[in-house]
């Protein structure tokens, strides 16, 4: 289960808005709690290689997270998994994201398409990398 | 020297909740797999099944990547600290993979697929995929027989197909899925053989069955994608229709003499065979290979390019034959394209469409009442074995050949004349009214078309047509008279 405010699933979906044709990408900042992930910010990244990295890459580069924790620490936070959009795709995690993945994180993938955003769901590996389940998204109000 | 590693907080579980974590090695390398050892639940979240580390694993020595260093032979001294870094994937969605690992390649594939496997375009994936993948195909005659064998030798892992026929001879000249050996067979099975034979690896599943309304919906259900191989127009809506009500991509071809045609109709993403073709030609208009000859290598071409389609398909590819009709003349060696657009009228895929289930294909295609003679229609038959009785006996008679010259070069009944359809009402004084005209084709429907013609001309004397042609006077009168 991943607790996230409203503010900050409305901050994903605009970034994905924004961003379409393109994938957006970003960090979900928080803590890791005993009862599930608690989302406090997030942490948009730049995408400045749309072209050459329309198939099968990677959307954040290791600098690029390590920059994030860095950030993160210095706001006594953790990074708690990510999220990106499928530019007129279902919001659904790819084999090719499976096999980029660890447990424990949030996936939060968002659907897009021409000025408007789908489905967001977030995904959380299973601990012996087999699959993607989805996961429960509690939503903060106010 | 001791080392410390911070462990990244998603695998700290595997690791009793530790965030760092100090040992005792030389190298990196050391260090990983003294850490992987001491904590195993951990490894397979770092390294791949051939121990490398997966590829979007990063591993940073004192802030410095070590694919930039030395790898895993990096050394390390003390008090030097170890981070693992994550790149986060993105990328395309196949639908079809959500919750689905792909089947693994043993090594054996490996090796029979590598030219497929150094391009990233396919890859250990896309391999893979293929593998996952399964494919109906719709009759193995001329299309179908470089459609199998090409998807079998891809590695297209289940493949399915569906004919009802026996291999004759005149198959053989484009069939290139059977052979000699198999004449007499039923062509599923020579079908499987020669797959099998291909590719071990796969698997072949037969229907011998004639697709139908009745069956198509379930046959269809089992598979990924459909490949049309047909060769008469029932089928063809019938295939076109399954597919969009089963939400299934339809890899079409066809084949007349020189030309052949090729797409990809695939409803949910653009035209269907509809929204091209509404309606079906009226009955007897466009002839069927069979009446009117194939060149031998069209279907090679047309069904390769099938092939080609589906195997994109599979793989994810773009620039699919989607929304477009490929029409290909093999006599000046020309290919053209025409764009298609989905017809929002179209009564299968359309906003409001009207067929919600299979009809009766024969009908709609008008071809059962081409086929059985109308009651009022006071064509006069004679058989091939009646035909030669009145011969013998001496009657008075004349027969008409209404096929083509070339045809008449393969064979004839002795002592007609040949008038070729086209020309049998402007040379209509050359035929007898007051002797009664036997008319003859290589089936009867050629034949039958004359004398409705010469009828219609205001001819005067009594015309017969000869059921069955000339092919049934080689197989009921003279076998030395070749059939083609």
Redesign the interface.
Known sequence: MIQVAEKQLEEIRAHGVKDYPY?C?GLLLGR?RAEGKVVTETYPISNAREESAK????????EE??RGEKYARSRDL???G?Y?S?PD??A??????????????SYIIVSTGEGHAGDLFSWEQE??????NSEEIRVIRG | MPVTITIPAPLRQFANGQSQIVVEAKTAGEALDLLTTNHSALRRHLFNDQNALRNFVNVYLNDEDIRHASGPDTPVKDGDTIMIVPSIAGGAVIESEVGQSLPELSNEEILRYSRHLIMPEVGMQGQRRLKAASVLMIGTGGLGAPVGMYLAAAGVGRIGIVDFDVVEESNLQRQIIHGTKDLGRRKIESARDRLRDINPHIEIETHETRLTSHNAMRLFRNYDIIVDGTDNFPTRYLVNDACVLSGKPNVYGSIFRFEGQASVFWAEKGACYRCLYPEPPPPGLVPSCAEGGVLGVLPGIVGAIQANETIKIILGAEDLLINRLLLFDAWPMKFREFKLRKDPKCPVCGEQATIKELIDYEEFCGVAAHQTPQPDSKLEEISATELNARRLRGDKIQIVDVREPHEFEIARIPGTKLIPLGHVVSRMNEIDPEVETIVHCKGGVRSAKAIEALKRAGFSGRLINLKGGITAWSDDVDPRVAKY
Request: charged letters at 25%.
């Open positions: 994938e990408c890791y198939r099968n890459r990677f959307l954040i580069q290791p997270l390590m953790e990074v708690v990510f990106h499928h795709s279902p659904r995690p790819s084999q090719y994201d499976l096999e980029h993945a660890w447990p424990t994180y601990s012996d990398r087999s699959k993607f």
